[in-house]
């Protein structure tokens, strides 16, 4: 391992078109780490083997605005290198480290402040000009995974965060080691499909994680690797990556660099439910996600709630994984999600929330939650069958009978029967049994209709007859009211 000395910065020192993809190689700016330069060769001569394109920025052609527009349109960043601080912002013995912090080109350096890039001190601030979910990958840089040469930071996770928050603020996905090798790179190249699965394969596998600033930072206590981002982001394949465009790099550089090109913009449009559902039960609705940028998105999550209003605590149901969706265009997605059996019976609107895990980086972060126009009743469930439509007509001896059974409780039913009787006027009970239909079962809320003909062996029925039906006269069906499966119509001669 080698951990290589940081550099003090002090005081007193329209329309763009898109570049293609590449993997950006950055090493030894300052021609001072024979081991980063070394390094970063040996890795941009493997990635070319492998049919990468590759942009190598190396000692002194890496200059900051040559980093700069190397990271446009780029795939992946490899840096390896120093890694800069203000005079002052750290004691050089293990103290505390404070932002911000800096890549270091051979001529001058390239500031994190914030979410932000800053080159020099007195330039502009603008956002990374990267795609969202691409990796950054930080080789022995000092502060970069919370040390400098020997020395262990005493606030790691702080440094880490604040050192990372340039590219993360962007949308990509940081991962930094003091290791010398480049082996999660490796990892990638021998087919480890995203950085949960490289973590597990490298030589020093993150297992642990803290809380800073709402956002969870990976790292071993004392250890030399660090990652923040989505774990289930991925290193481009190689027939992914096309040449480095330097023209579209140099009109990007030369504009006001206010906003980050790549940058996609999702939102819900729209979230549709049912009228009623039941607690421990499955619920079914439909969201519309559309991306609202001319610039395909980054993989995320749809987060699913239910809210109460608008400003009540959401009630998380679960998600989807969407792996990407292009500019301009629009995902259907319907879902099905158990409903929480303690939460308390009421009406609720469904929620949906695009990149729930901000793993892009967005124009807008302001649209991503859209809550349902009407609420769904959610109460304990329960099964109620009726009749809504009975009527029957008699022709000679043909009993033609319409009839819809309605389930208006909130959860399915199994099959059942329905019985039909003909019985006298001022009579008790349900008269003759003449036939029945069968029901395969009924979704909550949904109707049915049968209209059986029924030849009948007998002339007595006549105008003084009425029908009943019977719904479920074996009870199978376990429901909340039983007292109104029966209903009686009189019978009309034609």
């Not at 913009?265 to 940028?293: H, R, W």
């Not at 959610?378 to 009975?390: A, E, F, H, R």
Request: net charge positive; hydrophobic share 35%; with cysteine.
């Amino acid at each position: 391992m080698v951990l290589v000395a940081a550099v003090v910065f002090s005081f007193i020192f329209s329309f763009i078109p898109f570049s293609s993809a590449h993997i950006l190689i950055i090493g030894d700016s300052q021609s001072d780490i024979p081991d980063a330069y070394s390094e970063t060769k040996s890795l941009a001569s493997l990635l070319k083997s492998k049919g990468y394109e590759v942009d190598v920025l190396y000692r002194e052609n890496a200059t900051s605005k040559n980093i700069l527009k190397g990271m446009y349109g780029a795939d992946a960043i490899i840096y390896a290198g120093h890694g800069g601080y203000e005079t002052g912002n750290y004691n050089m013995n293990g103290g505390s480290a404070s932002p911000p912090f800096a890549l270091v080109g051979s001529d001058t350096f390239i500031w994190g402040v914030g979410d932000k890039m800053r080159e020099g001190w007195n330039g502009k601030l603008f956002s990374a000009p990267i795609k969202n979910n691409i990796p950054v990958i930080m080789l022995q840089a000092c502060f970069s995974a919370g040390w400098v040469d020997s020395n262990e930071v005493a606030n790691p996770t702080a440094t880490i965060y604040n050192f990372a928050k340039m590219f993360t603020g962007a949308g990509a996905n940081y991962y930094a080691t003091s290791w010398v090798g480049g082996d999660i790179i490796k990892d990638f190249v021998n087919g480890a499909k995203n950085f949960y699965e490289a973590n597990n394969e490298n030589y020093e596998k993150i297992t642990q994680a803290n809380v800073y600033k709402n956002t969870t930072i990976w790292r071993n206590a004392h250890g030399y690797s660090a990652f923040v981002g989505n774990w289930l982001g991925t290193f481009p394949k190689a027939n992914e990556t096309t040449k480095y465009d330097d023209a579209a790099a140099e009109a990007w550089y030369n504009s006001d660099r206010s906003k980050n090109p790549f940058m996609s913009d999702l939102t819900v449009v729209q979230v549709t439910g049912p009228n009623a559902a039941a607690k421990s039960y499955n619920i079914c609705f439909t969201a519309v996600i559309k991306n609202l940028a001319n610039v395909s998105s980054g993989n995320f999550y749809i987060n699913y709630y239910l809210k109460l209003n608008s400003k009540s605590p959401n009630i998380y149901l679960g998600h989807t994984f969407i792996t990407s969706l292009g500019a301009l265009s629009s995902i259907k997605d319907k879902k099905t999600l158990l409903i929480p059996k303690n939460i308390a019976s009421g009406k609720y609107y469904i929620a949906g929330y695009a990149d729930a895990n901000k793993n892009n980086a967005e124009t807008s972060e302001n649209n991503n939650l859209k809550i349902s126009t009407s609420k769904t009743l959610i109460s304990s469930p329960y099964k109620d069958l009726v009749s809504t439509q009975l009527s029957a007509t008699l022709n000679a001896n043909n009993l033609h009978i319409y009839n819809t059974v309605k389930n208006v409780g909130n959860v399915a039913t199994k099959s059942f029967w329905v019985s039909y009787y003909l019985k006298k006027q001022g009579t008790s009970g349900l008269g003759d049994y003449v036939s029945h239909s069968y029901y395969a079962g009924l979704k909550p809320g949904s109707s049915k209709q049968q209209n059986p003909t029924i030849y009948l062996k007998t002339k007595k029925y006549s105008s003084k007859y009425i029908l009943v039906e019977y719904i479920d006269p074996d009870k199978k069906i376990v429901e909340s009211n039983k007292t109104n499966n029966i209903k009686a119509h009189q019978l009309k001669i034609v």
